[in-house]
């Protein structure tokens, strides 16, 4: 036999992915081979994942709505209590340069005034809220 030409194994590895909620149909069958009625409970527990899943991606959605809404109240508030701020300031500033402080009343206004200026560069880019709308 030392003119027999040496043998070569050849090894075959399969392997299959499954994507989705379900087995493919063969598997299901495989199931159902094993004990009856296993393919109806997965059919079911796929149903019932999907209606849960939509119930919670619905949830998910009317909370993004919901403060979406108050997002343009509470930023509208927020620029009125400023411009508010920003006239008291002023004010404050005017009258107190008036009464014969006029550093004083300078410095008032002053610093109201570039105080919520900054506040409000430096807050709308700030890390924390670029991901916000």
């Not at 809404?69 to 008036?98: C, D, H, N, S």
């Not at 410095?107 to 809220?129: C, D, E, H, M, Q």
């Amino acid at each position: 036999m030392p003119d027999e030409p040496p043998k070569k194994q050849i090894q075959l590895k399969q392997t299959s992915v499954i994507s989705g909620p379900l087995p493919p149909p063969e598997a299901l069958a495989r199931y159902d081979a094993i004990k009856p009625g296993f393919a109806e409970r997965i059919m079911k527990m796929a149903e019932e994942e999907a209606i849960h899943r939509r119930i919670q991606e619905g949830k998910a959605l009317a909370a993004d709505v919901e403060v979406m809404r108050a997002y343009p109240t509470e930023v509208r508030l927020g620029q009125i209590f400023a411009f508010l701020i920003g006239l008291a300031a002023l004010g404050l500033g005017a009258y107190t340069a008036v009464s014969g402080a006029e550093v004083a009343g300078g410095f008032i206004g002053t610093t109201g005034v570039v105080g919520l200026v900054s506040a409000f560069i430096l807050g709308r880019y700030t890390p924390k809220n670029l991901n916000q709308p």
